[in-house]
Nanobody
Framework: QVQLVESGGGSVKTGGSLKLSCAISTPGATRSAMGWFRQGPGKEREFVAAISASGGSTRYADSVKGRFTISKDSALNTAYLVMNSLILEDTAGYYC??????????????????WGRGTQVTVSS
């Protein structure tokens, strides 16, 4: 199966930025759409952003639209999530996901087939 490893999490002040990376170990991942989800303390996992296999289309949750940017570099076999203007509500474990479909995924976690182990993002004032 596709193996995903997230990195880039850490602690940041409100208004700051972080860039998350998702390394993909399987060559076939270039044909897979990808997404980012997050799960805060005591909350359910929620959709953040998604991108098609080609990188040509994206989708964002309303809560992060205009602040976060998802991208994909097929040459490096890596997906990214650039997070700007971070707020306290962004504190969560962030999980990279992939699915065996090239089209951009929706907001349902069940639409994805593979998951990384997560990377923690903590925002403080």
């Amino acid at each position: 199966q596709v193996q995903l490893v997230e990195s880039g999490g850490g602690s940041v002040k409100t208004g700051g930025s972080l860039k998350l990376s998702c390394a993909i170990s399987t060559p076939g991942a270039t044909r897979s759409a990808m997404g980012w989800f997050r799960q805060g303390p005591g909350k359910e996992r929620e959709f953040v952003a998604a991108i098609s296999a080609s990188g040509g289309s994206t989708r964002y949750a309303d809560s992060v639209k205009g602040r976060f940017t998802i991208s994909k570099d097929s040459a490096l076999n890596t997906a990214y999530l650039v997070m700007n203007s971070l707020i306290l509500e962004d504190t969560a474990g962030y999980y990279c996901a992939a699915r065996d479909v090239p089209s951009t995924g929706g907001g349902a976690a069940s639409g994805y087939d593979y998951w990384g182990r997560g990377t923690q993002v903590t925002v403080s004032s």
